[in-house]
């Protein structure tokens, strides 16, 4: 299982909102006004890093879901010779979803697994290593203790994240979204966050085609990952992790992740 599909589409619409207090190079801004969040260069481009530790994992091959406008992506990665993975493209036209974005891939994944995650966040090693050892679908459950004292992520943003409710054996029940003082309370320990990190079979295609947009007009995984569990008979095992994730959302981000990824190598 070496597939992985990653969710390049997103608009960047708060990283096109413009911060004073963030000190951004040229190159940074330009990225941030189109709001590429991927290409954000830190030394390299973000996304770099990202790719890099999937091929630090064992995955080999990479599809990037890009919109037709994003030539910066297509270009950068067109070009680059890479050496640990390859790097395959598919087209969201319109950006309807995290679920459509994921449907954009089938004809990449095929029949086999493949994992999905998220182009601005970096996922540390060991976590993607996680799913690869999961014997069926599923998904990296991030011990919330373990982001607060270690992520750049705010932690009253971290406070509204979903958190994941599994049964005794592990398995997924449902996602949490923005969860209640009194959700969190009742939780069992540990608590553990979903950061878009899946592990995924050809029946989530099944599952995008069937859902209804959201309360916010998109097609999102989550919602297709509930159909699947509900209408298809999929079973989610969450790998638990104590591990950090970084996050670049905004051009605040910017600084806190230069000074976490300064020196890092990222062969591809």
Excluded at 106 to 127: K, T
Excluded at 135 to 152: C, P, Q, T
Aim: hydrophobic residues 45%.
């Amino acid at each position: 299982m070496d597939k992985v599909v990653i969710l390049a589409r997103g608009l960047g619409t708060r990283m096109r909102k413009v911060d004073d207090r963030a000190a951004l190079t040229r190159e940074q801004r330009k990225m941030a006004e189109i709001g590429v969040k991927a290409m954000i260069p830190i030394d390299r481009p973000f996304l770099d890093y990202v790719i890099s530790s999937l091929a630090e994992a064992g995955f080999k091959r990479v599809c990037l879901v890009i919109g037709p406008e994003h030539d910066a992506v297509r270009n950068y990665y067109s070009r680059l010779d890479s050496k640990r993975v390859t790097i395959d493209f598919a087209i969201q036209e319109k950006p309807l979803g995290t679920a459509d974005a994921v449907a954009a891939a089938e004809e990449f994944a095929g029949d086999d697994n493949f994992v999905v995650i998220n182009s601005d966040n970096y996922y540390p090693p060991e976590a993607l290593a996680a799913l690869k050892k999961l014997d069926s679908a599923g998904l990296v459950g991030f011990e919330r203790e373990a982001m607060l004292k270690g992520s750049n992520i705010e932690p009253e943003r971290i406070a509204k994240f979903a958190i994941i409710e599994m049964d005794d054996e592990g398995t997924m029940k449902r996602i949490l979204e923005k969860p209640t003082p009194e959700q969190l309370a009742a939780a069992r320990e540990p608590i553990c966050l979903s950061m878009n990190c899946w592990r995924f079979t050809k029946t989530i295609f099944e599952a995008c085609r069937h859902i209804e947009p959201s309360a916010r007009g998109e097609l999102e995984v989550p919602d297709a990952v509930q159909y699947a569990i509900d209408r298809l008979g999929e079973r989610f095992k969450v790998a638990v992790i104590k591990a950090t994730v970084l996050d670049m959302s905004s051009r605040k981000d910017v600084g806190p992740i230069v000074e976490r990824l300064a020196g890092m190598e990222a062969p591809l």
